[in-house]
């Protein structure tokens, strides 16, 4: 099975833009062990609904950056609540999008590469494909309309290059630069059409390729193939027309 990366053409005919509000965010944190201050970027779970955990669910409604020890207490508030396989970071953001959205939105949307927006029209082509569960985002709109989903992706597979960088032994910070998406390679393919093989790359099968040839091109997305190993046959373009 070959695998893709999805990216926007350089030009769009598509207006829509969004900010990537979220109902919770884990809060960033100053990490002891490598000094490092940081949070967020991809790990985030839109179908995880922290409401039942009341007063720490609040404090996770604005973004902040505290210690360790308080960020791990909250991050074992959530963890019984997530997926199995998750992965759980600084500045993972948990429940739907929330914050402005204007514009009009193609059938896709991967303004940010990480986030895979849906119209409800795509979501039915998807049918027995796996590892993506739609969540509705719950935007403000400012002069913009329809429903779009957003979906939750799943950890899954492994990108050539990660492990050659220890992560912090504390807070799980990698020292890693992803190259640009020409040099991605999958070390390992994930088990699922949909996959999150490192934090802000999402990779799909190429049945989501097949599946979605039309949809893809209108939307102005490229489907870059990351399968490995490297010199294997690569369609750099496959939702061009003709
Ligand atoms: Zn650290």
């Not at 995880?48 to 960020?71: C, I, M, T, Y």
């Not at 609540?81 to 993972?92: C, D, I, K, N």
């Not at 119209?119 to 002069?143: E, Q």
Request: aromatic fraction near 8%.
């Amino acid at each position: 099975m070959r695998y893709y990366t999805l990216q926007e053409r350089e030009k769009v005919r598509w207006s829509g833009g969004y900010d990537m509000g979220r109902r919770w965010a884990l809060p960033g944190v100053s990490c002891p062990m490598c000094s490092a201050q940081w949070g967020g970027g991809g790990y985030d779970y839109p179908a995880v609904d922290l409401s039942g955990l009341g007063q720490v669910a609040k404090l996770l409604e604005r973004p902040r950056n505290v210690p360790w020890a308080e960020f791990a207490a909250l991050r074992d508030s959530v963890l019984p609540l997530v997926p199995q396989g998750a992965v759980v970071t600084p500045g993972s953001g948990f429940g739907p999008l929330t914050g402005r959205a204007r514009g009009q939105f193609g059938p896709i949307s991967v303004h940010m590469p990480w986030t895979l927006l849906v119209r409800p029209d795509v979501m039915r082509l998807l049918d027995g494909l796996t590892g993506a569960v739609a969540v509705p985002a719950a935007f403000r709109r400012v002069k913009s309309d329809g429903q779009l989903l957003e979906l939750q992706v799943m950890p899954g597979g492994r990108l050539v290059g990660e492990d050659r960088h220890k992560p912090c032994e504390t807070c799980g910070r990698s020292s890693w630069v992803l190259p640009p998406p020409a040099r991605w390679r999958l070390a390992a393919p994930p088990s699922t059409d949909f996959a999150r093989a490192t934090a802000t790359v999402v990779v799909v099968s190429e049945r989501v390729v097949e599946r979605l040839e039309r949809q893809l091109e209108e939307s102005d997305i490229v489907a870059l193939d990351v399968s490995g190993p490297r010199g294997a046959k690569r369609q750099t373009d496959i939702a061009s027309p003709g």
